[in-house]
């Protein structure tokens, strides 16, 4: 039986691109642009300071779920970035545990959440890192959002989700690819 710690390794030796160099086939960014090849494995967590919203909804069913000038921004390579809001920053009223859970190599055992207004329900749309592995431990605090049903704006600007349903990256104006979840990116 191998142990969970060979598991572990095992899962996160298996990466070829790691951010050390772009892959031939990454866009070039210009000035003011970021490349998701550029990001590292291990992800980086870094503190984002512009505002971040979340509502959900349209007209008067519209709610905000979340403002926020303290979101933390997990860059990893290839992979647009997840934005994770601090639990203060968030009306935890709209949102109830959800069942299943999954497992990260690099940040640990995530729980999943649903929205809830009334007889309205946007199940897992959510997820949270409660006790993160080691490194991750900024996430323990936070939840992120899938935006792809959802209205999620950094500073203002409409946020796309990261392609293929499975992932929850935000990708704003100024990141370029190509993603992981788009055809053809399985291998990386």
Not at 51 to 73: K, L, P, S
Not at 162 to 183: A, D, N, S
């Amino acid at each position: 039986m191998t142990s969970s710690s060979d598991w572990l390794a095992a899962a996160r030796a298996q990466w070829r691109w790691r951010g050390e160099d772009r892959p031939p086939f990454a866009v070039e960014p210009t000035h003011g642009q970021e490349s998701v090849w550029d990001f590292p494995r291990p992800p980086r967590i870094a503190l984002d300071t512009r505002e971040v919203i979340v509502r959900w909804g349209t007209g008067e069913n519209m709610r905000e779920i979340a403002r926020t000038r303290r979101a933390v921004r997990v860059l990893e390579t290839s992979h647009p970035p997840s934005f994770y809001l601090p639990w203060d920053d968030v009306a935890r009223s709209f949102l109830q545990p959800a069942p299943g859970e999954s497992f990260c190599e690099w940040k640990g055992p995530a729980r999943y959440w649903t929205l809830i207004d009334g007889e309205r329900r946007l199940p897992r749309v959510a997820w949270s890192y409660p006790g993160p592995l080691a490194g991750a431990e900024a996430l323990a605090t936070c939840i992120a959002f899938y935006p792809a049903e959802l209205d999620c704006r950094v500073d203002g600007a409409a946020v796309q989700p990261q392609p293929g349903g499975f992932y929850g990256g935000w990708i704003t104006p100024e990141l370029v690819g190509p993603f992981k979840g788009e055809r053809g990116s399985e291998g990386w």
